[in-house]
């Protein structure tokens, strides 16, 4: 240990600067694992026996005369259906997106974080909505707090009312993929309201229609074959039906315009090989300006075996020291991503570095230390030590 140290230590500049960078390497391969994950997590947390059921031809609505059809097809244990009503609060700087939701909501997509008590107060207050922890803190409510939302096109209501006024009910968390964008449109934050109070308001011409369909079936395996069946069954229809599970929904989302996954992949490839780059250049460096010294302890009677050793724990130490403060820094830029989405400031999915990335970080930096001993091992291992000693 004490000449690792020397070796290392021989030139400091250069051996903090490599530590650095070596350290800002395994920092951004830590978060694009933890982004990487988080995106897959989410996925995984969009249950499998969950449909989606929407207009297959981009018509935008759905009439809600077609949840008694969808409750008769073999699979379909539940029906609800939800519509949207975008539009902002007090100026269009601060847009504003409301999920109107029915009855059957509560057994079609109970992953919605309303409790039983949550459905009881929201069916005695039609007006009533409520905001995720996200919405209540990006637009400043408390409960008991009036909403007033104004949509961008003039008012749709019956009675002519530029703006609907909702009242804060109280707030619940979001659920996992919704912070993701596989949930929402426009990764606004979650609100919900009653559906009943949204067809009450709006003209009578968009009156028995909404925006989409969700539906439970008995088992995740049959999701495919259920919305097969749907879809033969209303491909006559006007409109006719377009049905997704909602886990193939949110994979499509996923990887639609810009695949997250296989970026954050990529780049923390493009990490690994940029460590493995200049941790291999500096170790064959080292070993190049040592010849001589490595000479004398083989004159001394150290082996190749102990040689080795030397090679390895010099390219091994300042590698896994980096990848142990990489991943310490890795972690602290995930807390403040997901402070800063908690607060509504980014959308982003939750992000939480595991003890997983860790593993990753130092399995890979111990790897990098013993591809890039390879090269320098094979050239004292067939190196002539009377000619080195002697200066040839």
């Given at each position: 240990?004490?000449?690792?140290?020397?070796a290392l230590w021989r030139n400091r500049r250069e051996s903090?600067?490599?530590?650095?960078?070596?350290?800002?390497?395994?920092?951004?391969?830590?978060?694009?694992?933890?982004?990487?994950?988080?995106?897959?997590?989410?996925?995984?947390?969009?249950?499998?026996?969950?449909?989606?059921?929407?207009?297959?031809?981009?018509?935008?609505?759905?009439?809600?005369?077609?949840?008694?059809?969808?409750?008769?097809?073999?699979?379909?244990?539940?029906?609800?259906?939800?519509?949207?009503?975008?539009?902002?609060?007090?100026?269009?700087?601060?847009?504003?997106?409301?999920?109107?939701?029915?009855?059957?909501?509560?057994?079609?997509?109970?992953?919605?974080?309303?409790?039983?008590?949550?459905?009881?107060?929201?069916?005695?207050?039609?007006?009533?909505?409520?905001?995720?922890?996200?919405?209540?803190?990006?637009?400043?409510?408390?409960?008991?707090?009036?909403?007033?939302?104004?949509?961008?096109?003039?008012?749709?209501?019956?009675?002519?009312?530029?703006?609907?006024?909702?009242?804060?009910?109280?707030?619940?968390?979001?659920?996992?993929?919704?912070?993701?964008?596989?949930?929402?449109?426009?990764?606004?934050?979650?609100?919900?309201?009653?559906?009943?109070?949204?067809?009450?308001?709006?003209?009578?011409?968009?009156?028995?229609?909404?925006?989409?369909?969700?539906?439970?079936?008995?088992?995740?395996?049959?999701?495919?074959?259920?919305?097969?069946?749907?879809?033969?069954?209303?491909?006559?229809?006007?409109?006719?039906?377009?049905?997704?599970?909602?886990?193939?929904?949110?994979?499509?989302?996923?990887?639609?315009?810009?695949?997250?996954?296989?970026?954050?992949?990529?780049?923390?490839?493009?990490?690994?090989?940029?460590?493995?780059?200049?941790?291999?250049?500096?170790?064959?460096?080292?070993?190049?300006?040592?010849?001589?010294?490595?000479?004398?302890?083989?004159?001394?009677?150290?082996?190749?075996?102990?040689?080795?050793?030397?090679?390895?724990?010099?390219?091994?130490?300042?590698?896994?020291?980096?990848?142990?403060?990489?991943?310490?820094?890795?972690?602290?830029?995930?807390?403040?991503?997901?402070?800063?989405?908690?607060?509504?400031?980014?959308?982003?999915?939750?992000?939480?570095?595991?003890?997983?990335?860790?593993?990753?970080?130092?399995?890979?930096?111990?790897?990098?230390?013993?591809?890039?001993?390879?090269?320098?091992?094979?050239?004292?291992?067939?190196?002539?030590?009377?000619?080195?000693?002697?200066?040839?």
């Open positions: 240990m004490p000449l690792v140290w020397a903090v600067l490599t530590l650095l960078a070596l350290t800002v390497a395994f920092a951004l391969f830590g978060t694009m694992l933890t982004l990487n994950a988080a995106y897959q997590q989410a996925i995984e947390d969009t249950r499998m026996d969950r449909l989606i059921i929407a207009c297959a031809f981009d018509c935008g609505a759905v009439p809600l005369g077609y949840r008694e059809q969808l409750a008769q097809i073999p699979g379909v244990i539940a029906v609800g259906a939800q519509s949207w009503l975008g539009g902002y609060v007090a100026d269009e700087r601060h847009p504003i997106m409301v999920m109107f939701v029915d009855e059957g909501m509560r057994a079609a997509w109970p992953e919605l974080p309303l409790s039983p008590a949550d459905w009881r107060v929201l069916h005695a207050n039609p007006s009533g909505v409520f905001l995720s922890r996200q919405a209540a803190a990006r637009y400043g409510v408390r409960p008991g707090d009036e909403l007033p939302v104004t949509t961008y096109l003039g008012s749709s209501r019956a009675d002519g009312n530029p703006a609907w006024y909702l009242t804060v009910l109280g707030f619940v968390p979001d659920p996992p993929a919704w912070k993701s964008g596989f949930a929402a449109p426009r990764l606004e934050p979650m609100i919900v309201g009653s559906l009943s109070y949204h067809e009450n308001t709006i003209q009578l011409g968009e009156r028995g229609l909404v925006n989409l369909m969700r539906v439970a079936v008995d088992r995740p395996e049959n999701a495919r074959a259920v919305c097969r069946e749907i879809e033969a069954r209303f491909t006559n229809a006007t409109p006719a039906l377009y049905c997704v599970p909602a886990r193939d929904d949110a994979e499509e989302t996923a990887d639609a315009n810009i695949n997250m996954r296989q970026i954050s992949l990529g780049i923390g490839a493009a990490g690994l090989f940029m460590i493995l780059f200049l941790c291999a250049n500096g170790v064959a460096e080292a070993v190049r300006e040592r010849l001589p010294e490595f000479g004398a302890l083989k004159a001394m009677g150290y082996g190749d075996s102990r040689i080795a050793a030397l090679v390895v724990l010099e390219a091994a130490l300042p590698i896994v020291l980096a990848a142990l403060i990489g991943g310490a820094l890795a972690r602290a830029a995930d807390a403040l991503v997901g402070h800063l989405a908690d607060a509504g400031v980014i959308n982003m999915p939750d992000v939480h570095a595991s003890i997983a990335s860790f593993a990753w970080a130092l399995a890979a930096a111990l790897l990098i230390a013993l591809l890039s001993a390879v090269a320098p091992l094979y050239r004292l291992r067939h190196m002539d030590v009377a000619a080195v000693m002697a200066g040839r």
